[in-house]
């Protein structure tokens, strides 16, 4: 069976510090993959999604990246965090094709002091 | 920019009525599915329902579709404690990504 693996849980960081979320899936290859944010009792932004190694959407200009290094790894970072950077960070996956749904990870709660 | 919005935004019944929520999109759609999200947790999938369905049931849950009125309800019957969660519509457009709605935060009160 799949699942997909999320760390770490929870993270606090400091205004300027460099931020890196790992996101890893098991038991699929190809997947796409997803990195969304949710500000607290909101809904979720898509922040970045991938088709493919090296394949990378970017959904809205901000001050993160993500990268592809391998079929199943996805990787969130910031060279330097803002405050608006906290928020609850989710990673799914879904296969690729039609009419499938979206598996989540258990999501990184993310303070930005 | 969000695709669904759901309505209302939160719904507080009693244990054992049913709960319905309701979301609305704008550009045509390949499916919507609705998920659940329990506090602080990743979201789970609960159903989908094709651009070509009106309606689809699974246990305690009735979804229906009206692609004309680009508008989707989850109807949630018999209530339990443990149906208190946020739920999501999330549209799919392009077979790559969900769009996902703001949400209905569900209480039962016991």
């Known amino acids: 069976s799949q699942t997909i693996h999320q760390w770490p849980a929870t993270l606090v960081q400091p205004v300027g510090s460099p931020l890196s979320l790992e996101c890893t899936v098991e038991g699929t290859s190809n997947p796409n993959l997803y990195w969304y944010r949710q500000a607290a009792g909101r809904g979720l932004q898509l922040l970045f999604y991938?088709?493919?190694?090296?394949?990378i959407s970017s959904e809205v200009p901000q001050n993160l990246s993500a990268s592809r290094p391998q079929d199943r790894q996805f990787i969130l970072s910031s060279k330097k965090l803002l405050l608006s950077d906290s928020g609850f960070y989710l990673c799914?996956?879904?296969?690729?094709?039609?009419?499938?749904?979206?598996?989540f990870g258990p999501g990184t709660r993310l303070t930005v002091l | 920019s969000q695709q669904g919005e759901e309505d209302p935004q939160a719904l507080s019944i009693q244990e054992g009525e049913n709960a319905t929520m309701n979301c609305s999109y704008k550009?045509?759609?390949?499916?919507l599915q609705w998920y659940r999200q329990n506090s602080g947790r990743g979201l789970v999938h609960l159903i989908l329902?094709?651009?070509?369905?009106r309606e689809k049931h699974s246990g305690r849950l009735r979804v229906t579709l009206d692609t004309s009125k680009k508008s989707s309800s989850l109807l949630i019957t018999a209530s339990r404690a443990a149906d208190t969660a946020s739920y999501f519509c999330?549209?799919?457009?392009?077979?790559?990504?969900?769009?996902f709605g703001t949400g209905t935060r569900l209480t039962i009160i016991p």
């Open positions: 991938s088709v493919g190694i090296g394949q």
């Open positions: 329902i094709r651009s070509n369905e």
């Open positions: 999330a549209t799919d457009a392009s077979n790559e990504k969900l769009t």
């Open positions: 550009t045509s759609i390949n499916n």
């Open positions: 799914a996956w879904r296969p690729s094709g039609r009419y499938n749904e979206q598996f």
